[in-house]
């Protein structure tokens, strides 16, 4: 069970965090990553953290995003900063035993972005 958390309105310019954890696993995700879905728009990565410390982001994010995982075991955050309207979605939190996107999905967190 992923839970993510951390949306809300904002401000353009302003900064979010979004968090996800996974909850009662045993298992461990070497791959976490962020998924986005705006308005009328597909679900695309946003951005994404193996083991490691390896992570891949968007290039609509690069720059202002920064992806890391927690000490906790299963958790990720995402850092947002310089919002424009077109950061609008519901964010998606994913795991993966190995690669991205893997099979387990939070439920959504809902970022709007205000001009």
């Known amino acids: 069970q992923l839970q993510a958390s951390g949306g809300g309105l904002v401000q353009a310019g302003g900064s979010l965090r979004l968090s996800c954890a996974a909850s009662?696993?045993?298992?461990?995700?070497?791959?976490m990553a962020w998924y986005r879905q705006g308005p009328g728009k597909t679900r695309d990565l946003v951005a994404a953290?193996?083991?490691?410390?390896?992570?891949n982001y968007a290039d609509s994010v690069k720059g202002r995003f920064t992806i890391s995982r927690g000490n906790a075991k299963n958790t990720v955050y995402l850092q947002m900063n310089s919002l424009t309207p077109d950061d609008t979605a519901v964010y998606y939190c994913?795991?993966?035993?190995?690669?991205?996107?893997?099979?387990?999905w939070g439920q959504g967190t809902l970022v709007t972005v205000s001009s």
């Open positions: 009662g696993s045993v298992l461990s995700f070497n791959a």
């Open positions: 994913n795991a993966g035993l190995y690669r991205y996107p893997g099979n387990y």
């Open positions: 953290i193996r083991s490691g410390s390896s992570t």
